[in-house]
């Protein structure tokens, strides 16, 4: 058997976030009315071209794979999305290519498979990505567009039974109530995602991987270059944006604490990464962000279904042979603020750590499904270079109660 080889993180770059919405330009988000496909492959693009600047001999016929991340794989983000964004970026037809699904967990675990393909042997690099245009396909959608197209839905009776069905936001409000949560803790968790990410736009940190997309609608040129989510109050007069989450009305749950201010916003985007084998990587003499250490992955309870980074994390950690405290960034999923504040209590952190999202989380950016766990990754090893930190965390829960966790380091 041959050795497993060390797999390293040359670039990661992502889109601005758009907020979703169906309507015109005028209304909805920036996103609304652009092609995932051409989002996607613009993102591959950016990507392969920053790579190509800091090393001309850079062949892009050394890419063995595409591996993406999709919940909703219809529409224009059906048919193998991974293989038509690849083609449509100028990507070698050489480089095979797939497309994941793994509810919010899909971005993370197209990269993590693709590091475990790396490090076997099988090629030398893989472009890793991630999209979902919500304001076209919002979860549920593939189910619901069978349905309407009167195709023989056959849904078992059993699902419930299972545990499959019960609403996410009703499984974050089980989390607060089991665990004694407060309404003005998660407003707070909610806020202060909201005031890092504020500031590290205003650093520039953002800036320096996101890859402006151009697309034209109706006759219109669009250029999309900066996050329209975020909240500026936040940093600038936290307790009155405070002020304003606790007016929000519960969705979930007459009386309940999850709001829209402490979950995850639903957006449109995508993002892109190069995985490389270390040896590649020293031959091209290319300098990489970080190297994958261990990876993860865990079943939990479906209901609530959220905990299960927690096992995975765990499990994670153990094989990269370091502990919580060994980590000078943790990316934890903001999908909602109950479970990532017990992520903290049951893994050993505080949830307002510095460490914690450093640049914010989906909180304050948003939530673009099967992009989120490349976005997130990207944002967890630019961050490391950033303060030359040295290890990261990231993990993510995704529906059925399944965990994904990735630890890196700094290289």
Request: charged share 25%; with cysteine; aromatic share 6%.
């Amino acid at each position: 058997m041959s050795k497993r080889r060390e797999v390293v993180v040359i670039d990661a770059v992502r889109s601005a976030i758009g907020k979703s919405g169906r309507k015109g330009m005028e209304k909805g988000g920036q996103l609304c009315q652009a092609s995932a496909q051409e989002l996607l492959a613009a993102m591959m693009r950016g990507l392969l071209d920053r790579v190509h600047a800091k090393c001309p001999k850079f062949d892009e016929a050394v890419i063995e794979d595409v591996v993406v991340g999709c919940l909703s794989q219809i529409g224009e983000q059906g048919g193998n999305i991974a293989r038509i964004a690849s083609l449509m970026a100028g990507i070698p037809k050489t480089a095979a290519a797939y497309t994941v699904n793994q509810y919010c967990n899909a971005g993370l675990r197209a990269i993590n498979s693709a590091a475990h393909q790396l490090m076997i042997g099988d090629g030398d690099a893989c472009v890793c990505a991630g999209v979902e245009i919500m304001s076209h396909y919002g979860m549920g959608s593939d189910i619901q567009v069978a349905v309407e197209a009167n195709y023989p839905v056959r849904l078992s009776p059993r699902l419930l039974e299972v545990g499959m069905g019960v609403p996410q936001g009703l499984c974050a409000e089980m989390i607060s109530e089991q665990n004694g949560h407060t309404r003005e803790l998660l407003d707070r968790a909610g806020a202060l995602s909201m005031k890092k990410a504020v500031e590290a736009e205003r650093k520039g940190w953002y800036a320096d991987h996101i890859v402006p997309f151009t697309f034209t609608w109706e006759g219109r040129e669009y250029r999309v270059e900066k996050d329209e989510t975020l909240r500026p109050k936040a940093a600038d007069d936290f307790e009155g944006y405070l002020a304003d989450l606790a007016k929000l009305k519960p969705p979930f749950k007459p009386g309940g604490m999850v709001t829209a201010g402490n979950s995850s916003q639903i957006v449109d985007g995508a993002a892109a990464v190069l995985l490389m084998t270390a040896d590649k990587a020293e031959e091209l003499e290319l300098e990489p962000l970080a190297r994958i250490v261990a990876t993860a992955s865990a079943g939990g309870d479906p209901v609530p279904m959220l905990l299960a980074p927690i096992p995975a994390s765990e499990k994670a950690l153990k094989r990269a042979g370091r502990t919580i405290d060994d980590m000078d960034v943790i990316e934890p999923n903001e999908a909602f603020m109950s479970p990532l504040i017990e992520f903290a209590r049951k893994l050993g952190y505080a949830y307002d750590d510095p460490r914690v999202n450093p640049t914010g989380g989906a909180v304050a950016l948003g939530h673009p499904i099967g992009a989120s766990g490349v976005l997130y990754f990207g944002e967890m090893v630019h961050h490391l270079k950033r303060t030359r930190g040295r290890f990261g965390l990231q993990m993510l829960c995704g529906g059925g109660g399944i965990g994904i966790a990735t630890v890196v380091e700094r290289v």
